[in-house]
């Protein structure tokens, strides 16, 4: 008996289905380049959390004796500035390690306020059919006529440049997107039985849209919001490019792109690195929102 109980416990247990979690990380791995992305995201989180104790300078200050120089592997570059100093002697290297503190709390506000607003009107949209779902969707579609960074630069402009207008700014243009992914899965899980079971019940609508609804069309908008993390470090760094978004001397890589322009020809590495760090962490959180909808995206799993 005990022979036969302990062979059921196995078949029983080899039959049970992984958990959700191990299941998602088994299609996750098999994407390198997803795991790589992952790895330099990481990397990028623990610089940004310890740029006080890896920086080996202050980022603001100035070292007269060392204007514009160069790297260490260049002549007369020294261990002192690695990655060499920018006009006015700071450090390089330094500026780009804190800057990924920045870039991290643009995405992180950017895609919180898109998220946040655009699930609510989606949902809205998607529960409230008629001359309510015509009326957003019909802003919607007036905001995705525009190219987005010109749409950007136009909303900085009226509130003035900044760094919280131009995240402010970002996060208006990722609106439709996001409205527009949620009401159309919105609509195709209203269409289920589990919804409609939830009526009968007597769920109210706050009930139906945040716990019955929602959790289900999470799966796009994680893999959205991941996307447009990397896109909203992008945006940040062009409107700082165009002196729209953080003011020097903030070290933000797009800001430290803006202050370089005139030694590109004289000194190569001021606008090399920052423009190196900023298509790193945008590449690698391109791949990792890949892997995510590999992952997530039932069709896509092999």
């Not at 990655?83 to 700071?90: E, H, I, K, N």
């Not at 890949?290 to 997530?296: C, S």
Request: aromatic content about 10%.
């Amino acid at each position: 008996m005990n022979e036969t109980a302990q062979s059921m416990s196995g078949l029983e247990s080899a039959q049970a289905p992984p958990h959700p979690l191990r299941e998602f990380w088994n299609y996750f791995r098999l994407n390198r380049g997803a795991v790589a992305g992952l790895t330099f995201v990481a990397l990028v989180v623990f610089v940004a959390l310890f740029a006080d104790i890896i920086a080996p300078h202050d980022p603001h200050e100035q070292y007269r004796d060392h204007f514009l120089e160069p790297p260490v592997w260049e002549e007369s570059g020294t261990w002192e500035f690695p990655l060499g100093t920018d006009a006015v002697g700071r450090d390089i290297l330094t500026r780009i390690l804190h800057g990924s503190r920045y870039s991290l709390v643009i995405g992180f506000i950017v895609v919180t306020l898109s998220l946040t607003v655009g699930i609510a009107l989606g949902l809205l949209a998607a529960f409230f059919r008629g001359s309510f779902e015509a009326l957003v969707m019909r802003a919607m579609d007036i905001m995705l006529s525009m190219p987005s960074l010109l749409l950007a630069v136009v909303i900085v402009a009226i509130l003035g440049p900044g760094l919280f207008n131009a995240m402010l700014a970002i996060s208006v243009t990722y609106l439709p997107h996001l409205v527009r992914l949620t009401r159309a899965a919105a609509i195709t899980e209203l269409s289920k039985d589990y919804v409609v079971a939830s009526k009968v019940s007597g769920a109210r609508m706050p009930r139906l849209m945040v716990i019955t609804v929602l959790p289900n069309c999470m799966a796009p908008l994680i893999v959205q919001a991941t996307l447009s993390f990397s896109n909203a470090i992008l945006d940040a760094a062009a409107l700082g490019f165009l002196g729209l978004g953080a003011q020097p001397p903030t070290p933000e890589w797009g800001t430290m792109l803006a202050e370089a322009r005139e030694f590109v020809l004289r000194a190569w590495w001021v606008v090399t690195f920052p423009g190196v760090a900023i298509l790193l962490t945008v590449l690698a959180l391109n791949l990792f929102g890949d892997g995510l909808r590999d992952a997530l995206d039932p069709k896509l799993k092999r």
